[in-house]
């Protein structure tokens, strides 16, 4: 099986990412199983599965981040990643983990937007351990976006957030994207964050894509919306969950 990352490649027309044929093996165990995938340009996919079914694996393959897959992993442009926990570096402040191996003649002005946008302009000379969970999440996505990715790869970000700060991230990622446009790929195991967020929702399983859900629904999104309580069951459906939560 051919071998290869390519970064900067001509893809068919409005897309920015498409792998072929990716496997991902530890050990004895295949974790991603000839899966393809296309991302269309300005598209917002969002990525379920059981836990150990291979989300973050993709994730990092597109990342650039395991030179262990094998098969066809094609980006056009940029990519940024946002992982679940912030990987701020604790001994630089907030605006210098913003500009963090960024090389631009315009750095700090970028820097400076990147913040405000996330409201945090104000703690840009904060130590990391001194933010709030959602301040450094929202620091996070500022050193992602100050790349400009084609591409952002957002690994379960919101995970470890109460309730209250999570809607406020997925109220500042939607405004954040639909400002940007990348192309955003999302791994999550919650539903819900799914169907608000995304407008095409995957489940993997064994290592293959094993649905796809389009989801049309106008946003702002509640969950009360019609086309959202019946995803929300074919989505439970495809992960082998039942609507009261016991496996199937």
């Known amino acids: 099986m051919a071998t290869g990352i390519h970064r900067g490649v001509t893809l068919p027309a409005g897309r920015v990412a498409a792998v072929r044929d990716l496997t991902r093996e530890f050990g004895d165990r295949t974790v991603l199983d000839r899966l393809d ?9 969002a990525l379920l599965g059981r836990s150990g079914s291979g989300k973050s694996t993709l994730l990092r393959a ?26 701020l570096v604790p001994w630089r402040r907030v605006h210098a983990n913003v500009t963090l191996g960024l090389h631009v003649p315009d750095a700090k002005a970028r820097a400076d937007a990147a913040l405000a946008e996330v409201d945090l302009t104000a ?17 996070s996505l500022a050193r992602a976006l100050v790349r400009e990715p084609e591409l952002l790869l957002l690994d379960e970000p919101f995970s470890a957030l109460d309730a209250l700060t ?56 509640h969950r009360d919306d019609p086309e959202l309580v019946s995803l929300h069951s074919t989505l439970l459906a495809a992960l082998g969950v039942s609507p009261q939560g016991t496996a199937t």
């Open 166 to 221: 999570r809607i406020t991230m997925h109220h500042l990622v939607l405004t954040l994207w639909s400002v940007h446009r990348p192309a955003v790929l999302l791994v999550t195991h919650d539903v819900d964050e799914a169907l608000l967020l995304a407008d095409r929702v995957l489940v993997l399983d064994e290592g293959r894509i094993a649905h796809e859900s389009l989801v049309t629904a106008r946003r702002p999104r």
């Open 37 to 45: 995938l296309e991302i269309a340009e300005g598209e917002f996919i």
């Open 123 to 139: 703690r840009a000379g904060a130590w990391p351990l001194t933010l709030s969970g959602g301040e450094a999440q929202r620091a």
């Open 62 to 87: 597109l990342a650039g981040l395991d030179d262990e897959v094998a098969g066809e992993v094609a980006v056009t442009g940029s990519v940024a990643v946002a992982f679940q926990e912030p990987r």
